[in-house]
């Protein structure tokens, strides 16, 4: 009860402080555009005459470290199409063009620390669905499409093409997107749009359109003047040929096999897209990082695998990636449950089919697929998802999920959820709630399978800002299609924090404060765990060096023992202990970038000493290293151990076409080590090579005795044909 009290108090609070005042902005910015009488070429350089026939657009304004005051350089913007293409245009005028900052040129990696050019596109103008694109200096681009309002899916890859170009006045860049790329409603004029500049010397985020120190959906403007869109067939094939070689070095033998495979996709209407693959293989796909668990549930792996990331948005249940959202626990339908085994290892998919897209306010998501044999499980897995828009930012929606993949009792699910966004009720501040329900049915099961939750926040750029989150999930809820890793419990979050931005100091940018209770009681009855996070210190530099200072207290109720690692065991028992950490990350738009991150205190009944370091390197905008290094040094009463993650990531870029990526690891919990290396070759957007190794390696007695586990060499072309 007291929990809830605190809660409500705090709900409270943030109502009555959210009324503070900020300084009004004009949330309705538009811009008129008109067809090119002339084809761009695409080559980076501004000459041609369709852009010299175009008034600029320059009304910029800097939205980071400081909210809506002068951005330091100039930037002017040139938007118009024609049949077939989507083209924007960039003069980035810099008074200090030997400062620029460019050091990427593999395609869809961050450009987070790179000087760039965004735009963000909503061609259905409902300030609910869109994409983003973005451009550095050197040509290397990153795409994705809006998982919700406020968060990008950057795994996404689209077909377009950008070039850019450095002279002694700034840079220049040229967009083309063609129409069959993206989705939009030919009977609508005016698009939602938004551009973003980052010069990252100078830690600056520069925007055409934002507000609530934010550019998402919920701030784009309107661009007008569409008329004549058309999508063509709206069909993309795309054969694939992959051929593979493997050897399993515990029992000497080896295999090899070449296979074709197919995908398709088609738009049925403008705004609805059927996809078929056939024979899928994900030969490509990038390896999952190794990680050591020293909890008593299981770890969250996020997808990455193309099929099921295109238009992932459209599955996305309750607002789980929104602030004070639901987190992943419960999440009804988690695509790695479909072609991956428990352990993360391929499994065979024969064939599935989807359709996604939007009917006029209605979001409809529908999956099948067919998982080979495995274990007696031939399983065909359905998962269909619906959602309203309803009001201006929210919706309303509902998931039903038929299948298990690693069982031979029939599993289903349905749920509802309620998601409610206004980021115009109150000035400079974001209202966000939502309710939501889910009902499993297991086969043999007969009650306690639901699960239900509630949520409410104000999001604040500066100033106040909170939200409660609370959320059942009963003792059988079982989301055999989803990902729910604890049950039987009632989880409680309560945040409030406080940011103030500096203008003033000489040397700090904003001051951050918070306290966060998390808590999960037993509906049976009694404390499961809680953690109450208090960070006095959150501080920003005008460098972009962030500090942390945070303190937990823990409080942990075992029910039975506890296998911590390998056969040593945390006895059944009461626990409360204390921790604090302190984190310091170097700015990394810098060429050499740590971060240290240091954790001591109690642990159980014994103490902990968690080191962490990550290290970026950039020597130059070919070559690139990331360093990672975790150890936990861990006392208890009647045995000691340690625990070790290292990976490294080494990167180099011929040209913005040819790149070789390498992930290597190791963590002594499973005495493993795994390489994954790909090189990659994109002649043009929509076809690929790959040419990729994976190597797994035992290591005992601290890598003196490495012996080879197994290895697999594939090579994979793919290349799309758009009619």
Not at 89 to 113: G, H, M, V, Y
Not at 310 to 334: E, H, K, L, M, V
Not at 685 to 706: M, P, Q, W
Request: glycine content about 6%; aromatic content about 12%; some cysteine.
């Amino acid at each position: 009860m007291k929990i809830l009290y605190f809660s409500s108090c705090l709900i409270l609070f943030l109502f009555s402080s959210a009324f503070a005042q900020d300084i009004p902005i004009d949330r309705d910015k538009s811009i008129s555009i008109s067809k090119a009488t002339s084809t761009p070429i695409i080559d980076g350089i501004l000459d041609e005459d369709t852009w010299a026939r175009i008034s600029p657009i320059e009304d910029f304004h800097q939205y980071e470290p400081f909210d809506h005051v002068q951005p330091s350089q100039r930037t002017l913007m040139y938007i118009t199409y024609d049949e077939d293409y989507f083209y924007v245009a960039a003069d980035l005028l810099d008074t200090e063009p030997d400062q620029i900052t460019a050091r990427n040129l593999i395609k869809n990696t961050s450009l987070q620390f790179d000087d760039s050019f965004t735009i963000y596109l909503d061609p259905f103008n409902n300030r609910r669905s869109g994409y983003y694109f973005q451009v550095n200096p050197n040509g290397s681009t990153v795409d994705g499409v809006f998982a919700t309002v406020g968060q990008i899916n950057r795994n996404w890859e689209g077909i377009w093409e950008a070039r850019s170009a450095i002279s002694d006045r700034g840079w220049t860049t040229e967009i083309a997107i063609p129409l069959d790329t993206i989705n939009f409603n030919p009977d609508l004029s005016d698009w939602g749009f938004s551009a973003e500049r980052t010069v990252a010397r100078n830690l600056e985020n520069i925007a055409w359109s934002s507000f609530n120190g934010n550019i998402n959906l919920s701030t784009l403007g309107t661009i007008t003047g569409f008329y004549g869109l058309e999508q063509g067939l709206g069909l993309d094939i795309t054969p694939s040929i992959v051929s593979t070689s493997s050897k399993n070095f515990d029992n000497n033998t080896s295999m090899s096999d070449t296979e074709p495979s197919l995908d398709i996709t088609y738009n049925f209407t403008p705004t609805l897209k059927g996809s078929f693959t056939l024979n899928t293989d994900f030969a490509s796909t990038e390896s999952d990082t190794q990680r050591v668990n020293l909890t008593r549930f299981s770890l969250f792996y996020p997808e990455k695998r193309d099929f099921f990331l295109q238009d992932t948005d459209i599955f996305n249940f309750a607002d789980r990636t929104a602030s004070f959202g639901n987190g992943r626990n419960g999440i009804p339908f988690y695509s790695r449950r479909v072609g991956l085994s428990k352990r993360g290892s391929p499994l065979d998919l024969d064939a599935g089919a989807k359709i996604t897209g939007r009917i006029g306010r209605w979001n409809v998501g529908i999956l099948n697929a067919q998982q080979k044999d495995t274990d007696g499980i031939d399983e065909n897995l359905f998962v269909t998802r619906v959602s309203a828009n309803i009001l201006e930012q929210s919706s309303i929606g509902f998931i039903a999920t038929q299948g298990d993949p690693n069982s031979k009792l029939d599993n289903s699910l349905v749920g509802l959820d309620f998601n409610y966004l206004n980021s115009r009720l109150l000035d400079g501040a974001t209202v966000q709630g939502g309710l939501w329900a889910q009902q499993s049915d297991t086969e043999g099961v007969e009650d306690k399978q639901g699960a239900f939750g509630v949520r409410g926040a104000i999001i604040r750029r500066e100033g106040f800002s909170g939200g409660v989150n609370i959320t059942q999930y009963q003792e059988n809820y079982n989301p055999a299609l989803g990902f729910a890793n604890r049950k039987g419990v009632t989880y409680l979050r309560s945040v409030l924090a406080h940011r103030k931005y500096l203008p003033n100091n000489p040397w700090l940018v904003s001051w951050r404060k918070q306290i966060q209770l998390n808590s999960y009681e037993k509906i049976s009855g009694g404390l499961e765990d809680s953690v109450l996070f208090i960070s006095p210190i959150e501080l920003e530099t005008r460098s972009g060096t962030t500090m942390e200072v945070q303190v937990k207290k823990n409080k942990v109720v075992l029910d039975k023992n506890f296998n911590i690692y390998d056969d040593i065991n945390i006895l059944k028992g009461d626990y409360s202990y204390n921790t604090i950490s302190y984190e310091i990350e170097w700015p990394q738009e810098r060429n050499y970038a740590p971060t240290i991150e240091v954790e001591t205190g109690d642990f159980y009944d014994g103490k902990r000493s968690e080191y962490a370091l990550g290290l970026n390197i950039r020597p130059s905008d070919q070559l690139y290293f990331n360093l990672s290094y975790e150890y936990n040094d861990i006392q208890l009463p009647l045995e000691s151990f340690s625990t070790k993650e290292i990976s490294l990531k080494i990167n180099y870029a011929f040209n913005v076409r040819w790149s070789w990526s390498n992930f290597i690891q190791y963590d002594n919990e499973s005495n493993t080590a795994g390489i994954n290396s790909r090189l990659q070759w994109t002649p043009r957007s929509g076809r690929d090579l790959y040419i990729v190794l994976n190597h797994g390696l035992k290591t005992l007695d601290r890598f003196e005795n490495l012996e080879s586990d197994q290895s697999q060499i594939a090579i994979k072309y793919t290349h799309t044909f758009r009619l």
